[in-house]
């Protein structure tokens, strides 16, 4: 009855979508594909109504709430901010230097996922290489960095708390960061396998590890 399509064709010829997230209005939805394009699909006409390339492969892809901006992340730690009004990349974030390579035998630090903060000009990235960053994207700089004992997959700010993110880490264990203090106030355990996914709602919290259990 909405008149919105079931399928749409995602895959621009042989690169498939990594990542999407609805747009506020659930009739737009964000694409990132392997070869760094993104784009923005209109789900009524299957056409894309913003389409834009960056240099580096996608891992993961985040929209703001206002539907103003969007962050995409790389394989390679780098995240890159986009203005879907005009479709332009306007920053691109990353603790290493411009031109930087990683050693061939460095350990991965691909970036698993991203979270814009409901209200503030944050933007939470985690990392599989033990660490979320929070980037500033109003003043394109790093705000803080939250050390962890191993990756982490997921993280969602709780509610519409200023100052409170969830983490989910490899570790098992999920932590409530207070990040204006740059301190851990919850952790919880449980797991004993690592940690893949994390949903809140409200003050609920369930996850699920690698050994297919839920909690």
């Not at 997230?21 to 594909?33: A, E």
């Not at 995240?79 to 691109?92: D, F």
Request: aromatic share 6%; glycine share 6%; charged share 20%.
């Amino acid at each position: 009855s909405s008149g919105i399509n079931a399928e749409w064709p995602l895959r621009p010829g042989s690169f498939p979508p990594v990542d999407a997230v609805f747009m506020s209005t659930n009739r737009h939805l964000v694409v990132g594909y392997q070869n760094g394009v993104v784009k923005v699909i209109d789900l009524k006409s299957g056409e894309a109504t913003m389409s834009v390339g960056t240099r580096e492969e996608l891992t993961s892809v985040a929209i703001s709430r206002d539907d103003k901006l969007i962050m995409v992340g790389t394989p390679v730690s780098s995240v890159t901010l986009i203005t879907t009004q005009s479709g332009k990349v306007i920053a691109t974030f990353s603790e290493h230097p411009a031109g930087y390579t990683p050693p061939t035998d460095a350990p991965s630090d691909s970036v698993e996922h991203i979270t814009f903060h409901p209200n503030r000009t944050l933007a939470a990235v985690s990392y599989v290489n033990d660490r979320v960053c929070l980037w500033d994207v109003a003043q394109q700089k790093l705000r803080t960095l939250l050390k962890h004992p191993d990756g982490v997959v997921k993280s969602s700010w709780a509610g519409d708390s200023d100052h409170h993110l969830v983490t989910c880490c490899l570790d098992g264990v999920v932590r409530v960061w207070d990040v204006d203090q740059n301190e851990v106030i919850v952790e919880v355990t449980g797991h004993t396998a690592q940690l893949l996914d994390m949903k809140i709602s409200e003050n609920l919290v369930v996850t699920a590890d690698d050994s297919g259990s839920g909690k």
